[in-house]
Structures are given as structure tokens and as C-alpha cells.
T-cell receptor, first 109, second 115 residues
Framework: KNEVEQSPQNLTAQEGEFITINCSYS?????LHWLQQHPGGGIVSLFM???GKKKHGRLIATINIQEKHSSLHITASHPRDSAVYIC???????????FGTGTRLTIIP | GAGVSQSPSNKVTEKGKDVELRCDPI?????LYWYRQSLGQGLEFLIY????????KSGLPSDRFSAERTGGSVSTLTIQRTQQEDSAVYLC?????????????FGPGTRLTVL
């Protein structure tokens, strides 16, 4: 089973700060998910990436397959970015996801 | 277009009762997944369906849990003789094709409370 570790577990920052959330996993994968879970509980898929970098608005996700590591960056952070960010990877040979424990991000105005 | 929908959004039940949770995946999506998020804990995989293949039930926590997917579309997760530890948010997700790994789209979840 793929183990997934995220850091930090909690992060509080001032509005406008650059945010980095890290994810490490233990075995080879085909792709990695970054998910966002808002206080109401709904989950949104932010990125799925298998190599390099993807950008969507103020969000940037990078992955290093050799080092089994991914990062999620948020530029010019805003209070509405406050949420739990979850990294998830598929188990080898199938697509069911193993999830990290999440990073709770709080952006203070 | 319509996303993944789940019903009910909230369910409160008494210990020992059976409950059924429903998931309507995105039309045309061949893969459907059930996950669970217990209070204060991370998400965990329960079961997944891919087309007409036998489902992968390896994540179901006990034989009180079962799921079916009728006609390759709607899925029902059934929990028999509910226990308090079954209280959690149950999430459904679907994806379109497994020839390459594809993005999973999540429903809003069903919050189950067992009293």
C-alpha cells in the first residue's frame, strides 16, 4: 500500500503570503491528485498531475516522480483559500486512492 | 453539466438500523468509488466499481457494509445494523476511463450520524 505523508498538518498565514504544502509518497504512481475540502465538507479536485508542473489561477502544483514528492503552491493567498488541502495517490495496479491526512490552511485577512 | 450527486445529504439513524446511501455518477463515467471520512480522520477507500467487472471491495470495514451498482450507473451503499463508529461522511466519486489514470470527480457527500 502506498503511504502518503503531508506537511505541514496546519498552516496559518497572512493574506498575500506565498503558501507551500508538501506531499510525499512511498511507491511509484501514475498520477497524483490535489484536492480541496471546504469547511462544509465538499471536495473539489484541484489538480491531477503525472509530471512537471500545472498552474490554475493562483494555484501551482509540481511533482518530482523520481523523488516521490509533490508540492502545492498558492500565490497571493486570500481568506477564501482557507480549506483543507489533501494529496491523494492511486495504489499500484488500480485507481483507488490513498489519501494524505490533509493540511488545514487558514488565511488571516 | 451535472456533477456527481449523492442522497441524502444528511442521515441521522439509531444504532442497529439499516441505512442506504445513494450515488448518481456523472453520466458516462465507467468507474465509481465510495470513500469514507470519519470525524477527525482522513479519507479512506471503501469500494470501487469499474464497468461490468467485479467490484473491488477490499476497503469495506466489515460484512455489514455492501454496495451495488445497477445498470452501470447509480450505486447504493448499504450499512446494516449501524454502529456509532459508522458515523462519518460518505463520499462518492466517478471517473471516465481507466485506460490512463483519470481524474475523479467527487460528490458532496452524505453525512451519517448514528445515535
Amino acid at each position: 500500500k502506498n503511504e502518503v505523508e503531508q506537511s505541514p498538518q496546519n498552516l496559518t498565514a497572512q493574506e498575500g503570503e506565498f503558501i507551500t504544502i508538501n506531499c510525499s509518497y512511498s511507491v511509484g504512481i501514475s498520477a497524483l491528485h490535489w484536492l480541496q475540502q471546504h469547511p462544509g465538507g465538499g471536495i473539489v479536485s484541484l489538480f491531477m498531475l503525472s509530471s512537471g508542473k500545472k498552474k490554475h489561477g493562483r494555484l501551482i502544483a509540481t511533482i518530482n516522480i523520481q523523488e516521490k514528492h509533490s508540492s502545492l503552491h498558492i500565490t497571493a493567498s486570500h481568506p477564501r483559500d482557507s480549506a483543507v488541502y489533501i494529496c491523494a495517490v492511486p495504489n499500484f495496479g488500480n485507481e483507488k486512492l490513498t489519501f494524505g491526512t490533509g493540511t488545514r490552511l487558514t488565511i488571516i485577512p | 453539466g451535472a456533477g456527481v450527486s449523492q442522497s441524502p445529504s444528511n442521515k441521522v439513524t439509531e444504532k442497529g438500523k439499516d441505512v442506504e446511501l445513494r450515488c448518481d455518477p456523472i453520466s458516462g463515467h465507467t468507474a465509481l468509488y465510495w470513500y469514507r471520512q470519519s470525524l477527525g480522520q482522513g479519507l479512506e477507500f471503501l469500494i470501487y466499481f469499474q464497468g461490468n467487472s467485479a467490484p473491488d471491495k477490499s476497503g469495506l470495514p466489515s460484512d455489514r457494509f455492501s454496495a451495488e451498482r445497477t445498470g452501470g450507473s447509480v450505486s447504493t451503499l448499504t450499512i446494516q445494523r449501524t454502529q456509532q463508529e459508522d458515523s462519518a461522511v460518505y463520499l462518492c466519486a466517478s471517473s471516465s476511463d481507466l485506460s490512463d489514470y483519470n481524474e475523479q470527480f467527487f460528490g458532496p457527500g452524505t453525512r451519517l450520524t448514528v445515535l
